[in-house]
């Protein structure tokens, strides 16, 4: 009766075990080739983060051929939000993720809740905007390399047209966005020895309406050219440009069918195509590496930008 009872207990306590596994959600094993994988970006309002998510999808469809069952979601807050973040990083923990893929607002307003699931054995790789958490590699822009391309872009211009000088604004995104802050300072050094002048930074909060209007106030100011350092500020300034008294020159980041059409129209002199798709692409696939038991050592690939004008603007139709 006693050794009936004993197995009776053991049994109970497996099962026990069991059922709290399961509700700890899924966790990889290294060459399984079942995955639970997501995305997590800034916000969806960007066409570029769309594109990073075909990126993902493309490499998700690749990878099936290969034998691999991806169980995928992409997650973003509304608007640009660190605390939001910071629950959709709780979210993808909770619902089992083997791996985050993800592009974070801040550089370190993330590292706690990253740090948590990193513990609990989810991975970790950026695309687009790394977080000072180490991760298993980063895909993404050098944005600051980016910016100074965007400047020297924007010297050009101004010279072709004959402004030796004066103000240059600028509208970024939200304060604490590290890609859109190192654009920034890539852009002002560029203007470092001329007779330009950046001016303090504008925020649109990512709002295209609101990025006119700052780029509107900032043309009464005596702004010659405006630098929108987002999709969403290259549109609005190229906005507010249209709608000047005056010739203004404007350069900006992020191809969009908005950035297309402003320079089609010669309102937008050039903007600096990033390659979102190769992002999330180059990030899924290295998922796979880091999962089936590779290491990647946190490697960090740049994947570059193109600068898109009205002499190429065609070959960057989606």
Not at 159 to 173: K, R
Request: net charge negative; charged share 20%; with cysteine.
């Amino acid at each position: 009766m006693m050794r009936r009872k004993t197995a009776w207990g053991l049994f109970l306590l497996i099962l026990a075990c069991c059922i709290f596994c399961a509700g700890c959600g899924r966790k990889y094993v290294a060459g399984s080739k079942d995955y639970n994988i997501t995305l997590i970006t800034m916000d969806q309002m960007d066409v570029h983060w769309v594109k990073v998510n075909a990126g993902v999808k493309k490499a998700i469809s690749e990878a099936k051929d290969k034998g691999y069952t991806i169980h995928y979601n992409w997650y973003a807050p509304d608007v640009k939000d660190n605390a939001k973040q910071i629950e959709q990083i709780d979210m993808a923990a909770s619902n089992g993720s083997d791996l985050i893929i993800i592009a974070v607002n801040s550089p370190t307003a993330c590292n706690a809740a990253l740090n948590e699931v990193a513990k609990e054995g989810t991975k970790i790789i950026y695309v687009d905007s790394p977080a000072t958490f180490p991760g298993e590699a980063t895909y993404a822009t050098d944005n600051y390399a980016a910016g100074e391309q965007a400047g020297q872009k924007m010297i050009q211009v101004l010279t072709d047209a004959g402004i030796s000088g004066g103000m240059i604004g600028i509208v970024s995104a939200q304060a604490g966005v590290q890609s859109c802050i190192d654009r920034v300072d890539g852009f002002c050094k560029a203007l470092e020895g001329t007779a330009y002048t950046p001016s303090e930074v504008q925020y649109s909060e990512g709002d295209t309406a609101k990025a006119q209007e700052l780029g509107t106030n900032m043309i009464n100011n005596g702004a010659v050219a405006l630098f929108g350092a987002n999709e969403a500020a290259c549109v609005g300034c190229g906005n507010a440009a249209k709608d000047a008294r005056d010739k203004i020159y404007c350069v900006g980041f992020d191809n969009s069918s908005a950035s297309r059409t402003l320079v089609k129209k010669g309102i937008v002199q050039a903007f600096m195509a990033q390659k979102p798709e190769l992002m999330g692409y180059g990030a899924l696939t290295a998922a796979l590496q880091v999962l089936d038991g590779g290491n990647l050592n946190g490697e960090v690939t740049d994947t570059g930008v193109t600068v898109v004008t009205s002499e190429n603007v065609g070959d960057f139709e989606d």
